[in-house]
Structures are given as C-alpha cells and as structure tokens.
C-alpha cells in the first residue's frame, strides 16, 4: 500500500523543539523525493522543505529561507524515515505538518499547487505558545 504516516506532532513554547517523522512506504521511499509542506490557520499550504530520492548516504537538501537554520530535514533508509527536526520555533511556525511526494523536484514553488504532489499523509499539528 502507497502511503505516508506522519507523528511528533505538539504542543511546545516559543524556542523550544520538536521532531516530526514520517514513514512512508517502501515503493515511495525509494523512488520519491519526500517534502514537508504546512498549512498554518486560515492560509494557504506552504513549502518547507524537500530532500531528495536515492541509495546513497547524502541527499541534497532544501529549505524555505523562514526554517533555514532551523529546520532540519533527514532520512533514515532503514526505516523508510523521514525526518524533520525543528528548533527555535517561533510562533509563525503553528501550522499543521504534511509530509508528501512527488516524482519531480519542487522547490519552495508559491503558490503551491496540491496536485504537483501525488502522496501525502493525514498531516500532524504543531502549535507554538510564547
């Protein structure tokens, strides 16, 4: 079954940090570069991050110039992982989080369009307090 399950999700002050993860099954691991995308309340999806498909040990890696610094993106080939490590949140950052895939690489497009993306999980919410 095609899929991606994110987590990690929560509730957390103004610069602390969260880990989000997102397993996705192996055909789109394998062959799909894996974004994370968030919709904050009453806007519309932005992009976050994307990090390539591959075998290898080091995959390229890109951010929106608001994470840059502070969102890292990671994945963990023995457990079709993908990770997102957010650190010095910021209030702005509330949104909920959904990992998707797609076959092309799309970087930080605006506005985006849902359907340039064929996967996507349910989504995690993440809300920061001050």
């Known amino acids: 079954q095609v899929q991606l399950v994110e987590s990690g999700g929560g509730s957390v002050q103004a610069g602390g940090s969260l880990r989000l993860s997102c397993v996705a099954s192996?055909?789109?691991?394998?062959?799909?570069?894996i974004y994370w995308i968030r919709q904050a309340p009453g806007k519309g999806l932005e992009w976050v991050s994307v990090?390539?498909?591959?075998?290898?040990?080091?995959?390229?890696?890109y951010y929106t110039d608001s994470v840059r610094g502070r969102f890292t993106i990671s994945r963990d080939n023995a457990k079709n992982t993908v990770y997102l490590q957010m650190n010095s949140l910021k209030i702005e950052d509330t949104a909920i989080y959904y990992c998707?895939?797609?076959?092309?690489?799309?970087?930080?497009?605006?506005?985006?369009?849902?359907?340039?993306?064929?996967?996507w999980g349910q989504g995690t919410q993440v809300s920061v307090s001050s």
């Open positions: 192996e055909f789109i691991f394998r062959n799909y570069n």
């Open positions: 990090i390539r498909w591959g075998v290898g040990t080091t995959f390229s890696t």
């Open positions: 998707a895939a797609a076959p092309v690489l799309l970087i930080d497009r605006s506005p985006l369009r849902r359907e340039e993306y064929p996967y």
